[in-house]
């Protein structure tokens, strides 16, 4: 270039610059404002769904909750294996338990990539200890109160319900919980701590990327596997007289060390209590990280033939399926899976359970044990919240309390009652397929009505989007605070 064109593009070249700019915005905008108007739209519809059906300012619900509760510490999981020098493992495993740093690091590996919620027991207490002990120094970590029941009924008091707790708490623990929440269970020392592994979407560990945000959750808990407050809750149960009794908390008996026979006996009163509850009580059984199958098989006896509805996510579906079907356990199944295959699954425990209390009532030799048909059924994921509810069944408010159920996982996950679209992003396809079947039909995703309901045989099914959350403050306890926000529009 020769002195004349050095010249012209020291004179030209940052007004070239600044036009390049100019029009790349000029571009994008458009895009950016539709896109953003769109979220927006989608909230509003959403709150708007949510505002339809009002709590009952006079009676509050009454709701009872069990089992169980720990304190949560909750560290950046990357951070915290970095910090005790736990290298990545060349090839991820998957272990029912964990006994050593190796057994951790393959099995934090073979969940962190998919980016798919794992909880595990660790047989190993000088391990924990010494997890714990490192992480309580770690920067950003923090306590909560936490356990499938404490959460849920935290969500529920703040959502308008008076709740009964079954959890033997420390006083420290009963201090902090809601005035609306009443405890049965005994007093312990010295709470059981779970340790949260929490990681961000796109986070890297070694060779490993994290496809989402979620976390891995180790403990070391020889209390709760007892349901020891359930003689207690038992009782209170009695003159509590509850609208929904939930059960929860019970993966921690999953692959815990008990003496023979004990397991069997806990359910075996569990399903007592159950079956002798008052038949206007709904019972809701919110599913967990379960790996062992024997466990599954338990549940599957005792718990959930007394359940009306069922909770869970997008790992813990097609694992009780692949039982139902006589297969074995799901340990990873896909995170982000497609609309049509959940609702498919769906369709297909609803009807398989159904079957089997249609064949039990009509069964000779009955031992007059009450079960319950399935009449509710609530799946939650990370792009869409999917209920099948039962037509004339003691649900009610089916779209609403799908639409609060998908405005309480951002919530939640953000950790901000306030949803700000500005951090959230919409995952879920433009349409959808309401079945894998060929020629099913399609239904867009409408901003101003986002909420999809139809009709199927004896049954209602809802979706709704979830405004997924992009700068993720907490996922642990997720599931938790969304099954329950959804259940209180339902009673």
């Known amino acids: 270039m020769d002195a004349g064109g050095r010249v012209s593009w020291i004179k030209y070249g940052p007004l070239v610059s600044l036009l390049v700019v100019l029009l790349a915005i000029w571009i994008r905008t458009p895009q950016n404002a539709d896109l953003d108007e769109r979220l927006d739209t989608v909230l509003s519809s959403l709150l708007r769904a949510e505002r339809k059906v009002g709590m009952n300012n006079v009676q509050r619900p009454r709701v009872a909750v069990g089992f169980g509760g720990c304190v949560d510490l909750l560290v950046d999981g990357v ?3 970095n910090k005790i020098g736990l290298t990545p493992a060349d090839e991820p495993y998957h272990h029912n338990y ?32 010494e997890l714990v ?39 420290d623990f009963t201090d902090v919980l809601s005035q609306h929440i009443t405890v049965a269970g005994n007093v312990v020392e010295e709470q059981d701590i779970h340790l949260i592994l929490e990681y961000p979407s796109g986070a890297k560990w070694g060779h ?47 692959n815990f060390p008990f003496q023979s026979g004990e397991r069997e006996a806990l359910l075996s009163r569990l399903a007592e209590i159950l079956s002798t509850s008052s038949s206007q009580t709904g019972i809701h059984f919110e599913m967990a990280s379960f790996v062992e199958e024997r466990i599954m098989e338990d549940l599957l006896h005792y718990v959930i033939p007394h359940s009306d509805s069922l909770g869970m996510n997008e790992q813990e579906l097609p694992n009780l399926l692949s039982l139902l079907k006589g297969s074995n356990i799901t340990v990873l199944s896909d995170p982000n899976p497609r609309v049509a295959t959940v609702l498919d699954q769906m369709r297909e425990v609803y009807r398989i359970l159904n079957q089997r209390h249609r064949d039990a009532s009509s069964e000779s030799n009955t031992d007059g044990v009450k079960t319950k048909p399935l009449t509710r059924l609530h799946v939650h994921t990370l792009a869409f919240q999917a209920m099948i509810v ?6 009610k408010h089916t779209m609403s309390a799908t639409a609060k159920a998908s405005l309480t996982a951002n919530r939640h996950v953000c950790g901000s009652n306030d949803i700000d679209p500005s951090k959230a992003r919409l995952i879920m396809d433009e349409s959808f397929s309401v079945s894998r079947r060929e020629g099913s039909q399609r239904i867009p995703l409408q901003e101003k009505r986002p909420v999809s309901c139809w009709d199927e045989e004896d049954y ?32």
């Open 79 to 81: 951070s915290l294996l």
């Open 98 to 129: 964990l006994e050593n740093e190796v057994q951790l690091a393959q099995s934090f590996a073979y969940f962190f990539g998919p980016g798919a919620a794992a909880e595990r027991f660790m047989i190993n207490d000088t391990l924990f200890s």
């Open 133 to 171: 002990d490192a992480s309580r120094d770690l920067p950003g970590n923090r306590w909560a109160i936490g356990g499938n029941a404490p959460v849920m009924a935290g969500r529920m008091a703040t959502e308008g319900c008076d709740v009964l707790l079954a959890g033997s708490f420390s006083p």
């Open 208 to 254: 490993y990327t994290a496809h989402r945000a979620n976390r891995y959750i180790v403990h070391s808990d020889d209390h709760n596997p007892y349901l020891t407050s359930m003689e207690d809750f038992a009782q209170k149960l009695l003159h509590f007289k509850p609208d929904l009794l939930v059960v929860g908390g019970l993966q921690m008996m999953d």
């Open 390 to 395: 039962t037509h004339g069944s003691q649900w």
């Open 460 to 491: 209602e099914i809802c979706v709704a989007p979830v405004l997924v959350c992009t700068e993720v403050y907490q996922t642990a306890g997720g599931g938790d605070n969304i099954s329950a926000a959804g259940l209180v529009l339902q009673i």
